[in-house]
């Protein structure tokens, strides 16, 4: 099992918006290595969804239900996209500023490269994450 963080503006599509859907094609990834995190993707793989802009924080627990194939939104060839659906609501966000002050998490790329939407986590540091928003595993 892999494990992957993704981001995406309340304002567009929100954690609670994922749980009334039931679960969504992640499309609309425009930067290549994005792109290629997606296509290395695999059902069952976990991911947490992460509120950027409004709320900075980790909100719920997603898993891989699609493997990665062609994004319909995309107007050339080469996007890809996958679909998600939603595992369960963190009983407690996790924010940003407690994500930048907890030592084990200091080289995830939420830090690294703040502008990656898809983006790879250790296995150490999905338990450090879920651990921080009231999850045990």
């Known amino acids: 099992m892999q494990y992957w963080m993704v981001k995406q503006e309340p304002t567009a599509y929100s954690w609670d918006n994922f749980l009334k859907d039931g679960g969504t094609a992640w499309t609309g990834v425009r930067n290549y290595q994005a792109r290629n995190n997606l296509a290395a993707m ?3 793989d ?5 509120h950027s802009v409004i709320g900075k924080e980790i909100v719920g627990l ?5 493997e990665g194939y062609p994004d319909a939104t995309a107007q050339e060839g080469g996007w890809i ?3 998600l659906r939603p595992v369960q609501t963190l009983p407690r966000p996790v924010t940003l500023d407690q994500i930048k ?6 080289e995830i790329a ?3 490269q703040s502008r990656l939407s898809v983006m790879p986590l250790g296995e150490a540091e999905f338990r450090v994450l879920v651990q921080m928003g009231g999850l045990s595993l």
Not at 101 to 106: D, F, G, M, V
């Open 110 to 112: 939420l830090l690294r």
């Open 81 to 83: 996209c996958v679909d």
């Open 62 to 66: 997603a898993e891989v239900s699609r």
């Open 101 to 106: 002050a907890e030592p084990r998490l200091a």
């Open 46 to 50: 976990r991911v947490l969804f992460y």
């Open 42 to 44: 695999r059902g069952g």
